[in-house]
């Protein structure tokens, strides 16, 4: 079992930059994939990016050289640095973890891109 808690989501004005953080209840090295997921009203949930326990990184076509996905290994987080933010990023932000064929979510975070 994987405890996912996320933060750090708000309010924005364009072009402003949030940090998101997601801790979780497991030692990060466990964790094969950590994961962000963004869910806009009316529509499905989207990769947003994701880091393997390798440290392989894969980003949406929609957020490449905006955003960055990095692994706290001390505290057992990670965490999405988002710039350069568009009114088309605000949508609840879901962190996700898959260990040992298992998925797990967060509870998400409001993020709201607006002026």
């Known amino acids: 079992q994987v405890q996912l808690v996320e933060s750090g989501g708000g309010l924005v004005q364009p072009g402003g930059s949030l940090t998101l953080s997601c801790a979780t209840s497991r030692t990060i090295f466990s964790i094969d994939v950590m994961a962000w997921y963004r869910q806009a009203p009316g529509k499905q949930r989207d990769l947003v990016a994701d880091?393997?326990?390798?440290?392989?990184?894969n980003y949406a076509d929609s957020v490449k050289g905006r955003f960055t996905i990095s692994r706290d290994n001390a505290k057992n987080t990670v965490n999405l640095q988002m710039n350069s933010l568009k009114p088309e990023d605000t949508a609840v932000y879901y962190c996700?973890?898959?260990?040992?064929?298992?998925?797990?979510w967060g509870q998400g975070t409001q993020v709201t891109v607006s002026s």
């Open positions: 880091i393997s326990s390798a440290n392989y990184i």
């Open positions: 996700h973890a898959k260990k040992n064929l298992f998925n797990y």
